[in-house]
């Protein structure tokens, strides 16, 4: 054994010497930089949970913290929100120029007053997003979100929506700024949303 790793270790350093440049680009340091931008998010055009017709274009000039669940979730959307919630409150006066969205992943049951009876539990700004199936399958799409509704034999509900769990931070342009975890830290969520402000 010992003498199969060591001719593996002289192989790797021969193979570093012989290639071209082998050597070179495992010690030159060279950073590898990014372009271009995340191909997150786009136009849009639901219904509020009071039944009014909105679209990515009213929240110009403000920024959205986008989240995409629904109201029969047991765990992780509130959690989610929660999170928000408790970032916003955090930037103080600042949090005004934030819009906390809910889009719904499932139109069937989230209709507008069921979001509407739903979402001041978690804060006073959460708007609730629905609209028909394909409205949200194409936001769904746009935002780069999973969601697919499952038979969930533990519940008395006859279906659940397993569902991407990502929060996004969206700019005053609604451009894609980052992302976060239901996971994520109150306080470092509102660090990164004030230096985007």
């Known amino acids: 054994m010992a003498l199969a790793l060591a001719g593996l270790a002289v192989g790797v350093v021969a193979g570093l010497i012989v290639l071209p440049g082998g050597l070179q680009r495992l010690t030159s340091g060279t950073a ?3 372009i271009g931008k995340a191909t997150v998010g786009g136009p849009f055009s639901l219904v509020d949970h009071h039944g009014r017709r909105v679209s990515d274009e009213d929240f110009r000039g403000r920024l ?33 120029d934030v819009v ?10 989230d209709t507008p007053e069921a979001l509407a009876r739903y979402v001041p539990s978690f ?18 799409r ?36 980052t992302h976060f975890t239901h996971a994520t ?12 402000l």
Do not use: N, W
Request: proline share 7%; glycine share 8%; with cysteine.
């Open 100 to 109: 906390p969205i809910l889009i719904t992943v499932d139109p069937e049951r």
């Open 123 to 140: 804060h006073g700004r959460l708007i609730g997003l629905t609209g028909s199936p394909a409205e949200i399958e194409a936001v769904s």
């Open 185 to 196: 830290p109150p306080d470092t969520m509102a660090a990164a949303i004030a230096k985007a």
């Open 64 to 96: 959205m913290l986008v989240y995409f669940g629904f109201t029969y979730c047991p765990d992780v959307c509130p959690t989610g929100l929660q999170v928000m919630a408790a970032a916003i409150d955090k930037l103080g006066a600042k949090g005004k």
């Open 32 to 34: 590898l930089t990014s």
């Open 142 to 177: 746009a935002y780069r979100v999973y969601y697919r509704r499952v038979k969930d034999e533990a519940s008395s509900q006859p279906y659940t929506i397993d569902h991407t769990s990502i929060i996004y931070l969206m700019g005053r342009d609604g451009q894609f700024i």
